[in-house]
């Protein structure tokens, strides 16, 4: 043999030997089985083949305000007779002075405010008591219920021996599942 061809195959049976030894420790591509010389079988890794979500619905409660004007009586106010008698007084001698001509202008515009401020004081005097409003915001807080579809749990299905196994697990378990001799989950 030429030492090229004889270079290869030591490379290649190192590489195989190199892959045997690798895979000694392992079983059909599972991880760490648990056990080996001296030790004894406390169980292993299976495969997991499937992982289903399982949901169920869930009920909860939500403070919500609700809030609305509500227009309300507030009192009642009464008419303001002295400002009434000042109008009535102020339009009553401009009517007064735009009548009168001449000398009597002067004496027609102070009757007109005293006939106009005695007119207004009556105006307001027999006038009934006028309503206020108000708008008043009320709010209330109300428990609105709501639904939500949560995750329970996760049907795990994987294979132990050549079985297939299902079983319900809290949490997603990955790609492998810890089991023991009998090819039940644990850990």
């Known amino acids: 043999m030429n030492k090229k061809t004889l270079g290869s195959t030591a490379i290649l049976a190192l590489a195989f030997s190199a892959a045997a030894w690798a895979g000694n420790d392992r079983h059909d591509g599972y991880p760490d089985r648990g056990y080996g010389p001296g030790r004894a079988y406390n169980g292993g890794y299976a495969r997991v083949i499937d992982v289903d979500p399982v949901f169920e619905r869930?009920?909860?409660?939500?403070?919500?305000?609700?809030?609305?004007?509500?227009?309300?009586?507030?009192?009642?106010?009464?008419?303001?007779?002295?400002?009434a008698t000042i109008v009535g007084g102020a339009v009553g001698a401009l009517i007064g002075n735009s009548i009168a001509h001449g000398d009597g202008r002067a004496v027609a515009t102070v009757g007109g405010a005293a006939v106009g401020a005695v007119v207004g004081n009556q105006i307001a005097s027999n006038s009934r008591p006028v309503a206020r409003y108000e708008q008043v915001q009320r709010c209330r807080?109300?428990?609105?219920?709501?639904?939500?579809?949560?995750?329970?749990?996760?049907?795990?299905?994987?294979?132990?021996?050549?079985?297939?196994?299902?079983?319900?697990?809290?949490?997603?378990?990955?790609?492998?599942?810890?089991?023991?001799?009998?090819?039940?989950?644990f850990g």
């Open 58 to 83: 869930v009920r909860y409660t939500v403070p919500v305000q609700s809030c609305w004007v509500e227009s309300h009586a507030a009192g009642y106010s009464r008419p303001n007779v002295a400002g």
């Open 141 to 185: 807080t109300v428990q609105e219920e709501r639904f939500e579809r949560r995750v329970a749990s996760y049907r795990v299905t994987y294979v132990h021996e050549g079985r297939h196994i299902v079983t319900r697990l809290p949490q997603d378990p990955g790609r492998y599942v810890r089991v023991d001799f009998h090819g039940r989950v």
